[in-house]
């Protein structure tokens, strides 16, 4: 009798809230929060978005976010790369086939800061090189 009640008094407690201790189980990611503070992005794009980001200019996301609070807008990077997603957009409507042309990669080719000038970044060493050759004219 000691063992029935005791075994209706652990099945009838309610399980715990939250992650289970010691993280998700092996093979399985954490589900990624409700993103906050989106200004510009559309959440079902966002993660592609962001690995488009980190590879065109070569840094991790704590570049531009705060570790553990991705909503904040404290580092300025955060602001800079808003503004240059509006400039980006700008220049696009510009193409009248409605294709994105420019982006973050164009100019930033893995690099931090964009390339402004020949020499700066990989493509431009084909562009110096092009300078070289003699140009077959009609």
């Known amino acids: 009798m000691l063992v029935l009640f005791l075994s209706l008094a652990a099945f009838g407690q309610q399980p715990p809230e939250g992650p289970p201790p010691g993280g998700p189980p092996p093979g399985k ?3 990624m929060p409700e993103p906050k503070n989106l200004k510009l992005l ?10 488009s980001f ?16 991705f909503a904040s807008d404290e580092k300025p990077h955060k602001e800079i790369a808003r503004k ?3 400039m980006s957009r700008e220049i696009n409507t510009n193409f009248p086939d ?6 973050c990669y164009t100019c930033h080719r893995g690099s931090e800061e964009p390339a ?3 020499g700066e970044a990989e493509h431009a060493e084909h562009a110096e090189h ?9």
Request: charged share 25%; glycine share 4%; aromatic share 2%.
């Open 84 to 86: 240059m997603i509006v």
């Open 54 to 69: 980190r590879v065109a200019l070569g840094v991790r996301c704590d570049f531009c976010h705060v570790q553990n609070d």
């Open 42 to 51: 559309k959440p079902e794009h966002l993660m592609e978005t962001m690995q």
């Open 116 to 118: 402004t000038k020949p």
């Open 98 to 103: 409605g294709k994105m042309h420019v982006t």
């Open 29 to 31: 990611r954490m589900p």
């Open 130 to 138: 092009a300078e070289h050759e003699p140009h077959n004219q009609p």
